[in-house]
Nanobody, 128 residues
Framework: EVQLVESGGGLVQAGGSLRLSCAASGFTFDDYAIGWFRQAPGKEREGVSCISSSDGSTYYADSVKGRFTISSDNAKNTVYLQMNNLKPEDTAVYYC?????????????????????WGQGTQVTVSS
């Protein structure tokens, strides 16, 4: 059974940091790209960052570039999203998702519609 389980969300003041984790099981992690998405109340879901487990390439949305860092520990089948200098507009439910076979993500993200598997999400709330 494929599972993606997010953790690490919470309440933090503006300027603070959180590290989200996405633990994957049930598929060959090394062949997949993992993406982080977020959805704020009343807004559409948006891509935040993604990483290819096969070549380590990464992509960041402009809104988080320089503040968020994505990384992958293939031995633990886990992807992390380190979020620094958080802003109230980062408040959202954060989801991780997996898609098979993508790399070269520095050229651009994998379209959301192509992701096969999704986690249940973790809430991040940034107070001003």
């Amino acid at each position: 059974e494929v599972q993606l389980v997010e953790s690490g969300g919470g309440l933090v003041q503006a300027g603070g940091s959180l590290r989200l984790s996405c633990a994957a099981s049930g598929f060959t992690f090394d062949d997949y790209a993992i993406g982080w998405f977020r959805q704020a109340p009343g807004k559409e879901r948006e891509g935040v960052s993604c990483i290819s487990s096969s070549d380590g390439s990464t992509y960041y949305a402009d809104s988080v570039k320089g503040r968020f860092t994505i990384s992958s520990d293939n031995a633990k089948n886990t992807v992390y999203l380190q979020m620094n200098n958080l802003k109230p507009e980062d408040t959202a439910v954060y989801y991780c998702a997996a898609v098979e076979g993508y790399y070269g993500l520095d050229k651009g993200p994998v379209p959301e519609v192509l992701y096969h598997y999704w986690g249940q999400g973790t809430q991040v709330t940034v107070s001003s």
